[in-house]
Every structure is written in C-alpha cells, then in structure tokens.
C-alpha cells in the first residue's frame, strides 16, 4: 500500500493460521483471518471484518509477544507472556490472561493495560481511515473493515451479540481453554440449583430449562449474527451454571440442534461441548446417559462444582450439598472418565483461600494425596484476588507437588 505516511502499511486477505489448537509459548493464531500490518502493530481480523487481535511489532511493547483478543461480546482480553514462566504450570496455558472486569486471578498483572488498548485502537482507526482512500486493491475489505471497526459499531455490535445469544455468561467453564475460549454460547438452562451464599458469578433467577424451541431460536441467530466468522468455532457452551440438570435426553437434543452452527467450521478435530454441572445433577446420570452423550459428534467437557470436600466449608459457603454426595459425584466423574477417555471429560472445581475453614485445607490436601494420572483434573478458583495472591500461588504449587492428577487454577472468564 503505497501514499505518504502509509509506506509500510500491507494488506493480507485469507490468511489461515493454525487449525489445530496447540498447547504453544509463542503467539498463535487460530483459523481464518485477514491482516493489517503497519510499522507498529500487526492487526488481524475476522473472516466478517471484525478486529480480532491486535499485537504490537518488536519495539512498540515492552513485551512484543504480548497481544490483544476481541471475544465476539466485544470484551477485549489481554494475554500476557513475558516474565511468568509458571503459566503453563499453573493455568495449563503459557500465557496469563488479563481481564478489563473483576476476576479472581492470582498470577501476573493486576491491571488491564487500557492506556496501551487505547492507543492501539486509535492507530486502527487512523490505518484504517486512511487505507479506504489510497486503497484500490483491497478497497472493498477496507471499506468492511472501516465499517465494522468504529468505536461505535465495536459496541453495537458486542452488544448485538448479546441479544443474539440470549444474553451475558458470567462466567464460561476452565475447558473453554482448550479452544482458546473460541465458543459459542447457547444457553440451556437459566439458574442454578444451589443458589451458594460465596458466589460472585451466579444469577438471581431461578433454575429454568429453556424450552428447545428458544434454544433453535438462539442457534438461528447466532448464525445468521457471526456469519463467516463460524469458521473460527473451537466449541459450543451449552449455557447456564447447571445444564447437566436440564436432564441428559435435553442436552443431546439441544446439542444436536447445535450442530448447525459447525457446518463451516474450518478447524480440524472434534468440536468441544462445554457445559457445567452441580454433583446432584451429574448423580443423576445413568450409564444408558453417559453413553448417549459419549456418541454426540462433540468432545463432550463437563466441569463439576465441587467446591470442598469438607461439610463444614461446605456449610460455611452456604452451600446445600453434603460431603458425601461431593466424594460420590467426583468417584462417578473418575469412573467416566475411564470408560469414556476422548469422549468425554469431567473436571472438578474446588475453592481456594486462606479465609476457608481450615478443614478445607486439609481435606483437599488429603484428597489430592489419592489422586492418579487418569482421575478428573481439578481447578482452583479462589475466592479473592488481591489480598491472597501469594497464599494462593504457594498453595497451588503445594497441592501440585502432592497430586497425580492434573491441578490448575481457574480463572473466571466471562463472555
Ligand atoms: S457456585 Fe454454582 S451452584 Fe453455587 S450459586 Fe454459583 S453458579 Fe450456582
């Protein structure tokens, strides 16, 4: 792309990165994208035209590797590399995302680097007003991208997305990593079960299982909503804070009337199925369940609530489950993940912090003592940031050096 103050501004259409997804300590992009380059920053788009990462070239960022993602709810999400050569061991991931909105991370930054956002976005907008004039070639992607890319159509359109998808996911499941949180979200259920006095992401509602013609109905719409960027899905979030107790006959229905939406899917294997489940729901599964769910065309990811496995914490958290339904739900979870390994996968969610009763502490430490390769990985959430950063870290390398099972903390991601 030529003209003055443009000298090193390059359009490239159609690029596909990488249709697998990787485990990688560099910077890697995923799928089909188009891209900007200028002399400061690599920006990347949608198949749609819809600014989707955003990197600074070597010398514009203290840490070039560092980027930017745009979640398609418009949330920009900042994944931090440099300096943290504990993130793979700790979140199974080598870089540490960094959320604009509160969430309970205890590694890297503690705040969102808007400033360098800001400026970044304002170096898009110029690139992009500029190109539409000069541009011949590729004039008609610059107009899209020009179009789509305002601060204001940013907005709207993370805002559209929302009413698309039946509204706001306080939170996604830890799995959602594994595709590099690329999901869309469907809600099946509204609610939860429990209601827990600790919790920061649970909804005032209570528990509904939406009726599969409302589930279609988001399906359509999402579809027609994200268009050619359905190539980049890595997965579908069957939605809500307990779909495991909409009852499995429902979530094979309402995974099969998602299946639409991974017709032009350009990613290679198995497309995740992300959802979550209380113990009392995933008890309720029969083996005839666990097999039907093992044959739906997904990698089928479950992530079980268990919060403690000590009554008293349990009480302490206001939470109606007994130990012993937490021990006979995370036994039925290691069951299937034998007979089902590649198929399907429970993990296990369990509190961190030094405020817990100190029973807590030690039932987990105990459990973790029992745990093997093959049992159900568990995560640690904690439940402040902050104030226990360093309990938690400590923590978390503690119970790592005593598990056989994979151990990670979890990161509330929202979308
Ligand atoms: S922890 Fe889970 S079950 Fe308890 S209130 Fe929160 S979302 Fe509901």
Redesign the pocket.
Known sequence: MGGKGQEEVRVHLNRVGSLGYLKASWPVRYGAFHEITTPNYQFQFSPEGVIRFIQGRPGTWHHHADWFKRAPSGEWIYYSSGGYNGAASALGEHYIPIFPYASNGVLGETVFPQKKLDVALKSLFDVVENAVSIERENGTFLRRVARKNTFGSLKRLGELFHEKVGGFQS?LPPDCRHVDYDVVPIPLVE?????????????AKPFRVRPLDEVEQNVFWVKEFLGKDLKNIGGVFLGG??ALAAGPERVVQAAKRCGSLLEARCMKGVPGLFL?S?PDALLKLSWDAWQALSELPFFVQINM?A?SLDSKTLAW???PTSAETVFAAISRADEVMRRYAGDLSISI?MVLGRSLPPRHRSSLHRFVEGRSPLNAPLYLSPLKDRAERKFCRDELVALKRKSGAPVYLYLLQQL
């Open positions: 939170v609610g939860c079960l429990y209601h827990c006095r600790f919790c920061s992401v649970k909804s804070h307990d979550f209380s609530g919060e958290l206001g939470r969610n």
